[in-house]
């Protein structure tokens, strides 16, 4: 342990990164407790951070969290300045992708069944840090031979047309499978080529009447014969979705025009008609 420690963490440099995966992964499981326990109502945490009325996401702590991060990483380089901007930013980014389902939607998504998009991105993101923090690597040893340049250039070429398709999958809006071609680079190549989620970036902007009903009646069966054998490990990490909370239709742009009520008054954040169930507190 000792020997792992001082070579291959301290000598090859990796501690700010170690500390930074610490601290997201931290982040996110006691985000998760405290939140939970919000919503079913014990322990000591109680609902809400709130600025004259409005309601404060843990995103804008985490952003501001990033920004101080970034700000000391280059301002004050070097020890131990770097290895505390490195917890900074991990805290940071657990805090903001935990909602990031919010911020793509524009709506209080959280315990919908659309706010399992922050659960599996904090996945890929933790996926990522962890290779990178046991050295995984395409190209092995340098080799500076012609055969060698050749070898490393063709590994560059396939690295990025990966990381291309693995972006496709997640604005076909196939989180999972992002996640999985993490692991498994051939699951990129065939989501790239499949159908898109009817909600994703891709489908709103690619697909007519036509191939989006096509993408409907997929992703409906694709639900049905998978979501049961995930579920219950999402239900785990982030709680089961609560049915009191109205997902996005599918198509539906990431927000929708308000219309203010009859007698012209401006509705807050969080108000609901008389006639709809609010999302439960958190």
Same mark, same amino acid.
């Given at each position: @342990?000792?020997s792992?420690?001082?070579n291959?963490i301290i000598?090859?440099?990796?501690l700010?990164l170690l500390? @930074?995966?610490?601290a997201?992964?931290?982040?996110?499981?006691? &985000?998760r407790?405290?939140t939970?326990?919000i919503?079913?109502g014990?322990?000591p945490?109680r609902?809400?951070?709130?600025a004259?009325?409005?309601?404060?996401?843990?995103a804008v702590?985490g952003?501001?969290?990033? +920004?101080?991060?970034?700000i000391?990483?280059?301002?004050?380089?070097? #020890?131990?300045? +770097?290895?505390?901007?490195?917890v900074?930013?991990?805290?940071g @980014?657990?805090l903001?992708?935990?909602e990031?389902a919010?911020?793509?939607?524009? %709506?209080?998504?959280y315990?919908s069944?659309?706010?399992?998009?922050s659960?599996?991105?904090?996945g890929?993101t &933790?996926?990522?840090?962890?290779?990178?923090?046991i050295?995984?690597?395409p190209?092995g040893e340098?080799?500076?031979?012609?055969?060698? +340049?050749?070898? %490393?250039l063709?590994? &560059?070429?396939?690295?990025?047309?990966?990381?291309?398709?693995?972006?496709?999958?997640?604005?076909?809006g196939?989180?999972r499978?992002?996640? +999985?071609s993490t692991f498994?680079p051939i699951?990129a190549?065939?989501?790239?080529v499949?159908?898109a989620?009817?909600?994703s970036?891709?489908?709103?902007?690619?697909?007519?009447?036509k191939?989006?009903a096509?993408?409907?009646?997929r992703?409906?069966?694709?639900?049905?014969r998978w979501?049961?054998?995930?579920?219950?490990?999402?239900?785990l990490?982030a709680?089961?979705?609560s049915l009191?909370?109205?997902?996005?239709?599918?198509g539906?742009l990431?927000s929708s025009?308000?219309?203010?009520?009859?007698?012209? #008054?401006?509705?807050?954040?969080?108000?609901?008609?008389?006639? &709809?169930r609010t999302a439960?507190?958190?």
């Amino acid at each position: @342990m000792g020997s792992w420690w001082r070579n291959d963490i301290i000598a090859e440099g990796k501690l700010p990164l170690l500390l @930074m995966l610490a601290a997201f992964v931290l982040t996110f499981l006691l &985000t998760r407790i405290i939140t939970r326990s919000i919503r079913a109502g014990v322990g000591p945490f109680r609902n809400n951070v709130s600025a004259s009325g409005t309601h404060v996401h843990h995103a804008v702590p985490g952003i501001i969290l990033l +920004i101080a991060g970034a700000i000391t990483a280059i301002a004050a380089p070097g #020890s131990p300045w +770097i290895e505390s901007a490195a917890v900074v930013v991990g805290v940071g @980014m657990s805090l903001v992708l935990d909602e990031f389902a919010l911020i793509l939607h524009l %709506q209080d998504v959280y315990w919908s069944a659309e706010g399992r998009v922050s659960v599996e991105l904090i996945g890929l993101t &933790t996926a990522v840090l962890g290779l990178w923090l046991i050295g995984f690597s395409p190209f092995g040893e340098l080799d500076v031979s012609v055969s060698g +340049i050749v070898l %490393q250039l063709t590994f &560059t070429a396939a690295l990025i047309l990966h990381g291309v398709l693995a972006l496709v999958a997640v604005l076909k809006g196939k989180y999972r499978s992002a996640l +999985i071609s993490t692991f498994v680079p051939i699951v990129a190549w065939v989501t790239a080529v499949r159908l898109a989620r009817p909600g994703s970036w891709w489908a709103r902007h690619n697909y007519g009447p036509k191939r989006m009903a096509r993408a409907v009646a997929r992703a409906a069966k694709t639900d049905a014969r998978w979501d049961p054998r995930w579920g219950w490990l999402g239900d785990l990490v982030a709680g089961s979705p609560s049915l009191a909370v109205p997902s996005p239709p599918p198509g539906a742009l990431p927000s929708s025009p308000v219309t203010l009520p009859a007698d012209g #008054s401006v509705p807050t954040e969080g108000s609901a008609p008389a006639d &709809t169930r609010t999302a439960p507190p958190r």
